[in-house]
């Protein structure tokens, strides 16, 4: 090994680590997820990780975003490898979404130094969508509380002047997962107000959400949609798939 490679191994190993897979209760897919250190990141170890070069569109984006981006088309490859993709790439599309290979669907999020990918053959799964989110302060949550709720949603954080962080993260990450599970039927950005919690339940990790406006002919308003959630760590993780 030449000492250039070396040095390139030993900083990849630095930059993406603790790669493993995790379950998500009712999905016939794989999720995989990793943590990265973007202050170790190097466009050098780009082909390392995802066999070939940053897409032109990433070239101009800070050393952050090509951290994340190299990190969630990581374990994107990882969850295609073990579901015996041939094809590993996943593209981008409009609005930056994911185009997966043929025959496959999934989702891509990350958040502080963690990123995660679920992936499922599409004759199993319509589309699935997950988001890890980190956890609001109490001066964001209280800042941003007035854009991410509808009227229906406030029963769940109390007032809107001290919202609870924990409970408008959740419902954020949920809306986030709604909207990745329903843009390649809907193919274009919709924003919170477009849907409500309808429940949620802590004692067993789930919630419910409703449409609260026609979106498509086929999703309709007052169409409910169920979803998953665990509180992480650093913040809380969301998932809703549609099967077929």
Known sequence: MEVNDRVLSDSTDLYIKHLSERKIPGFPGVCFQCEFSVDRYSDDMVNHFLGTDLPDSMNRAVA????????????????L??????????????????????????SISHAQDMAICAVADSDRVKSVGIDVENMLSEKVAADIVGSI???????????SSHPDPRMLTLIFSAKESLFKSLYSDVGYYFGFDAANMVS???????????????????LRQGLR????????????LTSIIRLR
């Open 225 to 236: 949609f169920e979803g998953g959630f665990e509180y992480l760590q650093m913040g809380v």
């Open 149 to 159: 709720l509808t009227e229906e949603d406030y029963q769940f954080v109390g007032s």
């Open 81 to 106: 490898m073990t579901l015996g993709a041939t094809d590993l790439s996943v593209g981008i599309g409009e609005n930056r979404a994911p185009v997966w290979p043929e025959s496959f669907t999934g």
């Open 64 to 79: 952050k975003r090509r951290a994340e981006f190299v990190a969630g088309r990581y374990v994107a490859r990882r969850a």
């Open 200 to 218: 949620i339940d802590e004692r067993e990790g789930s919630f419910q959400v409703e449409l609260a406006q026609e979106l498509t002919p086929a």
